[in-house]
């Protein structure tokens, strides 16, 4: 994965006083946002997100970068109305586990929150916490 | 090998007391466990503590010296966190420890101070269970997490909100007697079902309350039970712990716990015991999906049958295996650190005849506690016996 970004420090970062940026995850987030996601895959086709050394699902060491699909289909979902106080301001909404293929992604659905259903197709951008500011996954119904 | 017999419990009530610390919560738990097993503190040879997030709540860390010295003990202490699992874990090290020999006198608990956060606070604190760069800043809370589980769960095998509800009517009506818990009041199905939504499909009566509370053993060697005189009647006579990927989202499944299914193989397989020799259980209902996928990870049920158990009356104190006699994390509470040893602490009582859900389980010789931490990444499972 490239530093160049990250160097700059112009981008993602959190301020909820946890230490500013998230090599890996916040190199996925600029990519996503820049429509070219990627997951990473081991040798036995089982996907997961960086940083990661090591598949969660077999142990293999050699995971390589592939795009990320542009679209994948609900699993499940829920609404939240009773959130955190990051996403005060944000309640209710929609969060969801989006199947991509071989990896699966959490986040925002940014549709009516009674509308998600399970088997919708959804593309991943990222957004905002309406309250906090901070970066997100978010999902736009395609 | 030493057999691990438990000598004495300590329960404080369960509830909502924001003002006190965790190091007097603990005391009051740890002395009532010491006094019940006439066991002097300076017996005790390491203490065993269990406590999730006492950073956030009461910015303590370092709690294991902290919490001998509230109970006079001068010892080895250690604090275990595996988020709600922290006191399961507990006890599995302390029966450890004894069962090899290390030591014959052991103090195992835990506490959780919860209510001083507030509802929002206690919601962003418990969070820290789950994955905090995919899916907590995704918007997940815990409620959510299970409801995620129970929306999966309801789409792989059918089952509904009004079966749930069933699970959140028995725990209260079980807790009615329970002079320990958070909850003494009836619900009835309708009121489960009419309650604000939390993360749809769960509502309030879902879900457990914040509550603040500790619980406490004193384990002790058979050999040691035998030289003082110790009234002992209870075992535990197998653990077994079980793990899984921390994210919801990297799970094979949504709705199956087998973090619950190892530890309880590995449990069941130390015992001596299958699922069919449980009489009485006490299991992780944070959520009242979650006590359907722990009887079913546990073997007491195939997949997808877990769903009616309690509609149907087989899990309630008038079934074959009632399940929370004591009323589960649901209406008895859940301080989170507490909870692991509580369990164990109640079904000593069950079965040893001084619980006052005791006539609901008499006869019973085997209970099985069940513990598990964030959705289920940690799980521990303790089979207790009556063997005196």
């Known amino acids: ?60 060491r050699d995971l390589d970068e592939h795009p990320l699909p542009e679209s994948g289909t609900v699993a499940t979902h829920t609404v939240v109305r009773v959130p955190t106080p990051q996403f005060a301001d944000d309640a209710p909404y929609a ?48 | 090998m030493s057999e691990v017999r438990i000598a004495g419990g300590g329960l404080t009530r369960f509830g909502r007391f924001p003002d006190r610390t965790g190091r007097d919560l603990f005391a009051e738990a740890g002395l009532a466990a010491l006094d019940e097993a006439g066991v002097d503190p300076g017996e005790i040879e390491h203490l065993y503590f269990g406590n999730f997030m006492g950073e956030l709540a009461e910015h303590q860390g370092h709690m294991g010296p902290q919490m001998a010295e509230a109970v006079g003990v001068r010892a080895p202490a250690t604090r275990y966190e595996s988020a709600c699992a ?11 420890t004894v069962r090899t020999g290390e030591a014959d006198v052991v103090l195992v608990g835990g506490a959780e101070r919860m209510t001083n956060m507030g509802t929002a606070g206690a919601t962003e604190g418990l969070s820290i269970a789950a994955d905090d760069l995919y899916e907590i800043r995704a918007g997940m809370t815990f409620p959510a997490a299970y409801a995620l589980m129970a929306r999966a769960y309801f789409e792989e095998f059918g089952g509904s909100a009004e079966d749930l509800a069933h699970v959140a ?62 009234d002992a009647p209870v075992a535990v006579t197998g653990t077994g712990q079980g793990g899984d990927n921390l994210a919801l ?8 716990s087998p973090a619950t299914a190892d530890a309880a193989e590995e449990a069941y397989a130390d015992a001596g015991i299958g699922p069919g020799d449980v009489d009485v259980a006490e299991v992780h209902d944070c959520f009242t999906i979650a006590e359907v996928l722990a009887i079913e990870a546990l073997g007491f049920y195939d997949p997808g049958e877990g769903i009616g158990a309690a509609r149907r009356g087989e899990t309630t104190r008038h079934g074959d295996l009632p399940v929370n006699l004591s ?62």
């Open chain 1, 95 to 142: 969060t969801a586990v989006v199947d991509f293929g071989t990896v699966r992604l959490t986040g925002v659905v940014d549709a009516d929150p009674e509308a998600v259903e399970t088997g919708m197709t959804v593309g991943a951008t990222v957004g905002e916490s309406r309250t906090s500011g901070e970066r997100l996954v978010r999902f736009v119904p395609r």
């Open chain 2, 169 to 230: 009517v028995k725990n209260h009506e079980h807790a009615l007697p329970n002079e320990h818990a958070q909850f003494r009041s009836s619900i009835t199905v309708e009121e489960a079902l009419d309650a604000p939504r939390i993360a749809d499909p769960l509502g309030l009566y879902d879900s457990c309350p914040i509550t603040d509370g500790a619980s406490a053993a004193v384990l002790v060697s058979d050999d040691y039970a035998e030289r003082a005189g110790l």
């Open chain 2, 86 to 96: 922290s006191s399961g874990v507990a006890v599995r090290e302390a029966v450890r």
């Open chain 1, 1 to 60: 994965m490239s530093g160049d970004e990250r160097d700059q420090g112009t981008t993602g970062g959190s301020d909820r006083g946890r230490g500013g940026r998230n090599d890996g995850f916040d190199d996925l987030l600029d990519a996503i946002e820049a429509g070219e996601g990627y997951y990473l895959r081991c040798p036995n086709d089982h996907g997961s997100l960086p940083p990661r050394r090591v598949c969660p699902h077999c142990g293999a």
């Open chain 2, 249 to 256: 989202q990297d799970r094979e499944y949504f709705a199956r």
């Open chain 2, 327 to 388: 009323g589960g994390l649901k209406a008895k509470g859940h301080p989170v650190g507490a909870t692991g040893v509580a369990q164990v602490v109640s079904l000593a009582r069950l079965l040893s005849g001084t619980h006052p859900r005791a006539s609901d389980a008499s006869g019973a010789r085997v209970g099985l506690a069940h513990n598990a931490g964030g959705t289920v990444a940690s799980a521990t499972v303790h089979v207790l016996e009556v063997v005196a």
